[in-house]
């Protein structure tokens, strides 16, 4: 079973950046697709950002495109998120994913690690 662990998270400012890291275990990161996902309070966990399996094609949120960097170092058998010019709206709490296809449906991963905490204060 793949086991996911996020670290990163941490209370910035407004316009900070933060560098998420997502380290798997029990597969070869080579072999998933992986995606963040968020969760503020009172919403429901979205799609932020993912990576594709084979060709590595990142895919993002509108709210996050330009803003946001998602990234894989398969050695490492790490996935990160470069998070720049944060937001108060950007607060949440941010869940790693993976499975073998890219998806941007919370419902469709299989893998999820326990959630790292960003909070941006204005």
């Known amino acids: 079973q793949v086991q996911l662990v996020e670290s990163g998270g941490g209370l910035v400012q407004s316009g900070d950046s933060l560098r998420l890291s997502c380290v798997a275990s029990?597969?070869?990161?080579?072999?998933?697709?992986m995606a963040w996902f968020r969760q503020a309070p009172g919403k429901d966990r979205e799609f932020v950002a993912g990576?594709?399996?084979?060709?590595?094609?990142?895919y993002y949120t509108d709210s996050v495109k330009g803003r946001f960097t998602i990234s894989r170092d398969n050695a490492k058998n790490t996935v990160y998120l470069q998070m720049n010019s944060l937001k108060p709206e950007d607060t949440a709490v941010y869940y790693c994913a993976a499975d073998g296809r890219l998806t941007t449906a919370r419902n469709e991963y299989n893998f999820w690690g326990q959630g790292t905490q960003v909070t941006v204060s204005s």
């Open positions: 990576i594709s399996r084979f060709v590595r094609r990142p």
């Open positions: 029990g597969r070869t990161l080579d072999t998933l697709a």
